[in-house]
């Protein structure tokens, strides 16, 4: 169990209680951090950190833990840089919101008005569908998850017309990135400037974000920057850099790559009303709406048991424009995660204690970045200390254990000594989907292998039961699937399912 704890309270007492001046304002005392966050790295095999806390317009710490690379030297530090995955969003909405402020935009405007060619599956959610719609992810369509990795990501946009709504319009919030990215796309519609020049020049370079890009050819050009890992056969392993395709693409939903001393810059500006260093990056009202509350987020759903799981304690959860709003402890607490392919970050600020902290890590899906922060809070606040840790991880495992029931299931599925009842020759064919994009199976020296639009996504077929095959990706990231194919009254397969990426895929008629 652990005992240590690092942020207390100095109390300065004068040598005679006769004489004591009035007590000076509480300073929070560092001692017990270092300890904390390498207890919570080791607990989820995090090989580094950085962390950032920002209180009453200065930047009170700024360290760095660990290494970049497991296997390697080179140490993390405030200035190595991360892929903040999600946190990017508040960034796209800052940006959209230098239009609004001048005038060129309103948050209301229909998206059609502005992209021309954008269509959803419900003629009537298109036509009434705005920009405020795609930034709280009320617009009834969810993420469509895998469809990222099966063609360009850069068309993606455009596949959305053939997806279907999980929830009514305006009911019920969803997460979906492929909006925040149609929402990017009004940036270079309205101004011709692209969203990663237009981030750079309006934000990034007005707060002194130096080290902070969001191009394939500026993190390669960088130096001191942090490698993405993910559990490999329950080993913490290095992963790509680059998800799913070309992040330039991706960059404005969760591309950004930055540093602790440089994401400490953008929680001052957001703590000050959209000012940094004397000058105005955002308007003040830009800063408000983002951390006003737009769309209610209701438990009884996956994604908002998850948030809640996250950050515990509130009454309400809410979205605003790129943050989370609730409730915290009696205060406001606005925050965001980001998750990418070996990278996860947390940010959170309480704007009424002028307080903001950020977390940035290079293991996949930790939730130590959401320990660390709880914990920075409920200390700068003087908050009795209530560990979340231990919950997080039990939640882990918890949920480890029932994906790890449900793949075992599957595996026990297994005809021992069956034989796929067509010639392999007659599975090999190219499978689409308007959604999924597309999927080819191909037979190679005597077995099949499936293809996806992602590189990464090949797989060895191996046959399990009747037209059932498991798929074995040669990126062992991305573990095991099952294919299945669907064959119609004359013996011709003419579908094929993924079961744990919830892709389909059709074989075309001829």
């Known amino acids: 169990m652990r005992t240590c704890s690092w942020w207390g309270w100095l109390i300065l007492l004068a040598p005679s209680a006769l004489a004591a001046p009035p007590p000076s304002p509480a300073q929070p005392d560092l001692q017990g951090l270092d300890a904390y966050v390498q207890q919570v790295m080791h607990d989820w095999q995090v090989p580094g950190l950085s962390i950032a806390v920002v209180k009453d317009g200065k930047i009170l710490l700024a360290r760095g833990y660990g290494v970049r690379e497991l296997g390697r030297p080179g140490k993390v530090d405030p200035d190595t840089l991360f892929d ?15 239009l609004v402020a001048s005038g060129k935009l309103k948050w209301d405007t229909p998206v059609v008005d502005e992209l021309k060619g954008f269509r959803l ?22 993420d469509p998850l895998y469809a990222w990795y099966t063609s360009d990501a850069g068309d993606i946009i ?5 997806q279907k709504p999980e929830y009514g319009f305006r009911t019920t919030f969803c997460y979906n990135n492929v909006q925040y990215l149609a929402a990017s796309r009004f940036i270079p519609e309205l101004t011709g400037q692209s969203w990663n020049d237009s981030v750079a020049r309006h934000l990034f370079q007005p707060m002194a974000m130096t080290r902070t890009v969001s191009t394939d050819a500026a993190v390669a050009a960088s130096t001191d920057v942090a490698v993405p890992h993910g559990l490999i056969d329950d080993k913490p392993a290095v992963l790509h850099r680059y998800w799913p395709h070309n992040m330039d693409i991706f960059a404005a ?11 400490g810059h953008w929680l001052q500006m957001l703590l000050a009303d959209g000012k940094y260093g004397g000058n105005t990056v955002l308007d003040p009202e830009v800063v408000r709406a983002m951390e006003t509350p737009q769309m209610l987020i209701r438990s009884g759903t996956d994604v908002g048991d998850e948030i809640r799981s996250w950050m515990p304690g509130g009454r309400f959860y809410t979205y605003g424009l790129g ?9 406001t607490l606005v925050w965001h995660a980001g998750d990418i392919d070996g990278m996860a970050s947390a940010l959170a600020l309480v704007p009424d204690a002028h307080l903001g902290v950020v977390v940035l890590s290079n293991m996949n899906q930790n939730d130590a970045r959401f320990a660390v922060i709880a914990r920075v809070l409920q200390s700068v606040l003087g908050l009795p200390l209530d560990d979340i840790e231990p919950a ?3 939640a882990s495992k918890k949920a480890e254990a029932k994906t790890g029931g449900e793949r075992k299931k599957l595996a026990d599925t297994r005809v021992a000594g069956s034989k796929a009842p067509l010639p392999l020759a007659d599975y090999a064919a190219t499978y689409e989907d308007d959604l999924d994009g ?16 992602n590189p990464d996504f090949t797989g060895d077929l191996q046959h399990w039961h009747g037209n059932t095959f498991r798929v074995t990706w040669r ?14 009254a004359l013996g011709k397969p003419m579908k094929l399912d993924l079961d744990e990426l919830s892709l389909h895929f059709e074989r075309p008629s001829k």
């Not at 455009?158 to 053939?162: E, P």
């Not at 597309?438 to 293809?451: F, I, K, M, Q, S």
Request: glycine content about 8%.
């Open 323 to 331: 943050l989370f709003v609730q409730d915290w402890h009696d205060h």
């Open 84 to 98: 903040i995955g999600s946190n990017s969003k508040a960034f796209t909405v800052a940006a959209l919101g230098t």
């Open 475 to 488: 990126y062992k990231f991305y573990g095991d699937d099952y294919a299945t194919f669907d064959v119609d």
């Open 158 to 162: 455009q596949r959305m017309r053939w």
């Open 121 to 142: 599956q419900s003629p009537y959610v298109t036509q009434n569908l705005t920009l405020r719609d795609l930034l709280t992810h009320r617009s009834g369509y969810c």
């Open 438 to 453: 597309t999927a080819r199976v191909e037979l190679d020296h005597g077995h099949l292998v499936l293809r996806l639009g």
């Open 392 to 394: 997080l991880l039990a």
């Open 253 to 263: 939903v969760g591309g950004i790559w930055s540093s602790a001393n440089d994401m």
